[in-house]
């Protein structure tokens, strides 16, 4: 392997650890920052774009001889470390810089990887976005687009077995119902709010059942573990496309209005030059069709702006009173170290 080609780092993946803010130098970048909105103390937002801002003193700018680069932990990360490959050969090309493949195990190890400077690219779910956004700095600049350019979306779809008898939402009251984690917009947010108008009620009709992760959900619903499950309809087609499930197995019962799916974002604090050149490279880097196999399509990164993709992200959030803050990350973190911990478990004899 040479000095700057791709790296996978062979049985590593980035532990959940919450980070807990240094007093003084929170209380330094609140005496600078005139606006900061629902960022993070240690983060700006003068220009109101609502991420953060580059570093005023430009010292604290970074220009590493590596990029880290990880893709969102939605289904094995072993199948995107290979799918990605000629995505991060062109990248060590293109930018000059040795690249590496971080595979990560949860959204919350991700964002917390960008916050504590040891990721500087990554693929962030719809939700995670915005908590990598007011959590790690994060400035999200691509999105996956097809010919026409505009950035590729999904929606919530509510699954069940085709030869279950549930025709519509309300037919799941007191039923198996699988979420995917707290911190997804469609695994769990999105249908907070939007389940209630169509007669089904998160926590009084049905108690979620949390199932770590899409893949799993609509295994769990093609097994009989769940009665039916709400997941992101990406995720949903690509496992038919791999033949890791057939689309005849289910139903879906509801879909909901198109939500921005997975963003490409930037650590805030990277050296202007750097950035700019890695969104020139994502932006010029075209599919294989292999890539474009998988994603439904798509064939290329676009533009894209936070404030403007992500304001029907943000208002469901509002809506179901589950803020992208430090309190709900935190919560989620936990949540997701416990599950992980659990999976590591040794499996106990059978008496």
Not at 180 to 188: I, V
């Amino acid at each position: 392997m040479t000095p700057r080609g791709l790296e996978w780092i062979g049985g590593c993946a980035l532990g959940v650890i919450v980070a807990v803010l240094t007093p003084a130098a929170a209380s330094a970048q609140a005496d600078v920052c005139k606006q900061r909105g629902q960022l993070d103390a240690r983060y700006c937002d003068e220009d109101g774009d609502l991420v953060a801002d580059v570093p005023k003193d430009t010292k604290k700018w970074r220009d590493p001889s590596t990029l880290i680069f990880a893709y969102t932990p939605v289904e094995d990360p072993a199948v995107y470390h290979n799918l990605f490959k000629p995505l991060t050969d062109y990248l060590v090309q293109c930018t000059g810089k040795r690249v590496v493949y971080y595979p990560v195990q949860s959204n919350s190890a991700e964002i917390e990887a960008m916050r504590s400077g040891r990721l500087h690219v990554a693929a962030y779910a719809t939700g995670p976005t915005a908590f990598a956004v007011n959590l790690a700095g994060a400035v999200p600049f691509a999105a996956m687009a097809k010919d026409d350019n505009e950035p590729t979306g999904y929606r919530l779809v509510s699954i069940v077995r085709s030869d279950s008898p549930y025709q519509k939402l309300s037919d799941l009251k007191g039923k198996r119902v699988a979420h995917t984690s707290p911190s997804s917009n469609s695994g769990h947010i999105a249908a907070t709010v939007l389940y209630p108008e169509q007669g089904l009620r998160p926590n009084e009709d049905y108690k979620p059942l949390m199932s770590g992760g899409h893949d799993k959900s609509i295994l769990g619903v093609a097994s009989g573990d769940y009665d039916m499950a709400g997941v992101a309809s990406t995720v949903f087609e690509r496992m038919a496309v791999r033949g890791v499930t057939k689309l005849e197995t289910f139903r879906v019962i509801y879909q909901s209005q198109l939500f921005p799916t997975t963003s490409i974002a930037y650590a805030h604090d990277l050296a202007p030059e750097l950035a700019k050149k890695i969104t020139v490279c994502f932006f010029a880097f075209r599919f294989t069709p292999e890539l474009i196999k998988e994603f439904s399509g798509s064939s290329r990164f676009v533009p894209i702006s936070y404030k403007e993709h992500w304001a029907v992200v943000r208002e469901i959030a509002d809506k179901s009173g589950a803020p992208y803050n430090r309190a709900a990350f935190d919560k989620e973190a936990q949540r997701e170290a416990a599950e992980l911990a659990k999976k590591s478990a040794p499996a106990q004899p059978k008496q």
